[in-house]
Structure formats: structure tokens, C-alpha cells
């Protein structure tokens, strides 16, 4: 993809993030847009942040740790992780991300809590779905996770994370989120993020009170094979 499509695509994005933001009766300023550059090269990255981007997200280890290895002095970029952590890798995702969306079990608490180090911000991983396989807690076991982690000494709660089940309307979903989210407010007054919304659904997300989106396609264009 040239630059100018790119940068054509994120001012199209940003133009509906603000559109659905004003329906919702919410101030823009508040959502964080995202961008997830998965399988794309580091390459990209640089295009996005030439475009204003700062905010760019991986979910795979292996891929977060080399590009933000490769742009180590790309200045203000945060790197947040959106896909499943394997425990034995946590350290790994913690040393390259300044933001981990998907926290869904104590054993991970333990494994990224570092007691010394800077806090880390982490938001609890909701499951939205009936399937016990997809990543994620069920919502009744979210304010249980959100004690431990406020029981850590290194993490520090944002909020909650989810998809919507391809199955559901994501409105309906969106909305059973932010019930779960004020549960979890109950516990730390303080983790009001909401990392929901992605191409095809962040205008309900916003409508439902998502304070982050992860949104790929839509601004990068397909992605490469998987290599």
C-alpha cells in the first residue's frame, strides 16, 4: 500500500471514529484508536507513525518483540498486545509492551507481575462467548481476576477487553461489556478502559462506552501472508 492510500484510509477511519462518537453524545478525545499492524513489516509502522499514529498493537510475541526491537528510537510509539499469552512468554511481552489488553487468568498475573520494575498496565480479558476455548474470563470471574490483580505489585489494572462473538450482534455485545466493566470498576475505581471495536463493529463499540479500539484492516489493508 503507498502512503498517500494509507493515510487516505486513517483519515477515513478517524473521520467515523468522530462521527460515531458525536451520535453516542461522546467527546472523540476520550477514544484511543489503535492500530493493529499484524504480519505487516516494522516498515508500516514508521508510515503510521509519519501519519500521527502512536498507539499500534501486535498479538503475537515473536512479532511484537522484533519490530519494537527494529524501532527502538521511533519516539512516543506504545505497543500494545492483543493476543494470547503464554505464561512462559509473559516476561518476553512485558519487556516489549506498554500495554497487555488480554489478561485472563491468575497464573499470568504471577508470571507478568515484577516486583521492582515500573507498573505495567494490563486490562482483564472478558470470553463473550459460550465457548470455554476462546480466550478470555467469564464475566462472572472477572471481578475475582481484577482483585488479583490489584493484589500484584507491578501491574496495573485498565479495565476490561473483548471481543464480539461472531455470532451476536455486536451492540448486544458491546452493552453486556460494559456491565461486566462496571463490575470491575467496583474492585479498582480506577480501570475504566474499554478496549472493544474493530473494523467492522468500533462504531457500536463506541456506542457502548469503548474507550479503545483495536481496528486493523480498515486502515492498514489485507494483510500479508502469515510467514
Do not use: Y
Not at 505487516?40 to 500521527?52: I, K
Not at 489488553?101 to 498475573?109: A, F, G, M, T, Y
Not at 515500573?118 to 471481578?143: F, K
Amino acid at each position: 500500500m503507498s502512503s498517500s492510500a494509507l493515510g487516505t484510509r486513517l483519515a477515513e477511519v478517524d473521520g467515523s471514529i468522530a462521527d460515531a462518537a458525536r451520535s453516542a453524545g461522546r467527546d472523540v478525545a476520550d477514544i484511543t484508536r489503535i492500530v493493529v499492524t499484524k504480519f505487516h513489516p516494522a516498515s508500516l509502522v514508521r508510515e503510521l507513525h509519519a501519519l500521527g499514529v502512536r498507539d499500534v498493537a501486535e498479538n503475537r510475541q515473536q512479532e511484537l518483540q522484533s519490530k519494537s526491537a527494529e524501532l527502538e528510537g521511533l519516539d512516543e510509539v506504545r505497543w500494545h498486545f492483543v493476543g494470547q499469552v503464554q505464561s512462559k512468554k509473559a516476561r518476553a511481552v512485558r519487556r516489549a509492551a506498554s500495554v497487555v489488553h488480554s489478561v485472563d487468568r491468575e497464573k499470568l498475573v504471577s508470571a507478568l507481575d515484577a516486583p521492582g520494575e515500573d507498573p505495567l498496565d494490563v486490562l482483564v480479558q472478558i470470553n463473550l462467548t459460550e465457548d470455554p476455548n476462546r480466550g478470555g474470563v467469564r464475566d462472572d470471574d472477572a471481578p475475582r481476576l481484577a482483585e488479583a490483580i490489584a493484589r500484584s505489585e507491578s501491574l496495573r489494572l485498565r479495565g476490561v477487553m473483548a471481543v464480539a462473538p461472531l455470532d451476536e450482534d455486536p451492540g448486544v455485545a458491546f452493552e453486556r461489556l460494559a456491565g461486566i466493566a462496571g463490575r470491575v470498576r467496583a474492585v479498582v475505581p480506577d480501570a475504566r478502559w474499554i478496549s472493544a471495536g474493530m473494523s467492522g463493529d468500533f462504531a457500536e463499540a463506541i456506542s457502548h462506552g469503548a474507550t479503545h479500539l483495536r481496528i486493523g484492516t480498515a486502515i492498514t489493508g489485507p494483510r500479508p501472508s502469515q510467514v
